[in-house]
């Protein structure tokens, strides 16, 4: 037991060493709204950016500098609404996709989130090419928020999925509630970022080391940890508090070796979005959803319809029982923490490349993760991803009727209200207490 806890320790620290950022704890300095103006690579300096709440009050503004660059401090984490001021812009030089205001721009606890405004010839790209002084710029149309605010909770709601398949699956199998898995997912993150970033991969062969990383250490952990804590018959709640005890012990050293800011893969950084009819999505995340859906569906499908699959959910439904018939049951438990730990760290990569690498990423979406989980069913897959997208989709719809701070503690009260009429979640079984 010792030396498998100073391997999993030796393990985090290597991991972090790597980043080479110095062993020196760094807190967050502050949230931002950044970004840089350029035309065919040329900066355009000059033009003036400002940002306010969803409530309209003015959270700031800036100037670009010569090098294009310009960065408004926000107050805090929040929804923001970022324009660009189009007459300031010079002779000849236009918005290609002539939105010159982004109504829903997320920044996350300690982030720099980049803003994109991609410049070329005025009118080149179908735009009205309307950039003269004087020009009044509307915004955009209620359609167009709800059109945003919709494709950002579905996005959302995937991201939310891969992590809560993991966690549900976890759940049934062993009846463990794993606190330590926003850490899975941080890991998943911070891995990518230490190979696109500091090592210079490219960013998909990052994030396939990191899901790879992701999934062995979801092995080693059950074998090595929690395994053993199974055969010593350590009940759950014990568990449980441990799992609490190393999410606290593995975030604070993410944030020892990494520090409290937020930081961007380099890779697909910012990238313009495609209009797709109503819908302006930057083509890394549209990739990202692809990806998520083939692996959900898959892992979907494995369940059901493979002879592990049968084995997993009979390992979830009975162990006694399972093992009675055959199934070696450490062995199903195991592989399911490796999937658990791939997801996971999936999970983080898609994250990651849509808000940025923070020390707690994971630890701030994990309360959600558990809310979809609860609201699906503990330890069904289908309601874990029902659940996803309830959560996720409320989250960011919400905003259009409630302030952008009180978007989660919204969802969590819709879980609330669906739990008194059903208790056992939208897929779950009853099951007597007592």
Not at 67 to 74: A, L, M, N, R, T
Not at 233 to 257: D, H, Q
Request: charged share 10%; with cysteine; glycine share 14%.
């Amino acid at each position: 037991m010792r030396r498998a806890v100073i391997m999993l320790t030796a393990f985090l620290a290597c991991v972090m060493l790597s980043f080479g950022l110095g062993a020196t704890s760094a807190w967050a300095e502050g949230e931002a709204l950044q970004g840089t103006l350029t035309n065919n690579g040329a900066p355009v300096a000059g033009v003036k950016i400002k940002a306010s709440t969803q409530d309209g009050a003015p959270a700031g503004e800036a100037t670009s500098d010569e090098q294009g660059k310009w960065s408004i401090p926000v107050t805090g984490p929040g929804t923001y609404k970022v324009e660009l001021d189009v007459a300031s812009l010079p002779s000849g030089v236009g918005l290609t996709n002539n939105r010159p205001v982004l109504p829903t721009v997320t920044v996350a606890d300690g982030q720099l989130r980049n803003v994109l405004f991609p410049l070329g010839a005025a009118g080149a790209t179908g735009g009205s090419g309307n950039n003269q002084p004087g020009t009044k710029t509307e915004g955009p149309s209620s359609f167009d928020r709800v059109a945003d605010l919709l494709y950002s909770g579905l996005h959302f709601a995937l991201i939310i999925a891969l992590a809560a398949l993991g966690i549900s699956l976890i759940f049934g199998t062993t009846g463990l509630t794993n606190f330590a898995h926003g850490e899975m997912v941080t890991l998943g993150g911070l891995v990518t970022f230490l190979f696109n970033v500091t090592i210079g991969m490219p960013l998909v062969l990052s994030g396939i080391i990191s899901v790879a990383i992701g999934a062995a250490l979801g092995y080693f952990q059950d074998r090595a940890f929690w395994g053993w804590l199974r055969k010593r018959r350590t009940n759950l709640v014990t568990m449980m508090i441990i799992s609490i005890g190393l999410s606290l012990l593995i975030r604070y050293v993410f944030l020892y070796f990494f520090g409290g800011e937020s930081r961007n893969f380099a890779d697909y950084n910012a990238q313009p979005g495609v209009q797709y009819g109503p819908f302006l999505i930057a083509p890394k995340n549209l990739i990202a959803d692809g990806i998520a859906l083939v692996v959900l569906a898959a892992v979907s499908f494995a369940l059901v319809g493979t002879r592990l699959g049968k084995a997993t959910r009979a390992v979830a439904d009975n162990p006694a029982l399972a093992a009675a018939s055959g199934i070696n049951v450490d062995r199903i438990i195991r592989l399911v923490w490796t999937i658990g730990g791939a997801l996971a760290a999936l999970s983080g990569v898609i994250l990651g490349a849509f808000q940025g690498v923070g020390f707690q990423m994971g630890f701030q979406i994990l309360l959600l993760i558990f809310a979809a989980v609860t609201l699906g069913g503990f330890g069904t897959a289908w309601g874990a991803l029902l659940g996803s997208l309830v959560i996720g989709l409320f989250i960011q719809l919400s905003t259009l009727w409630i302030p952008t701070e009180l978007k989660s503690v919204g969802a969590l009260g819709v879980l609330i209200v669906i739990l008194l009429f059903r208790p056992q979640g939208i897929l779950g079984r009853r099951a007597r207490i007592g």
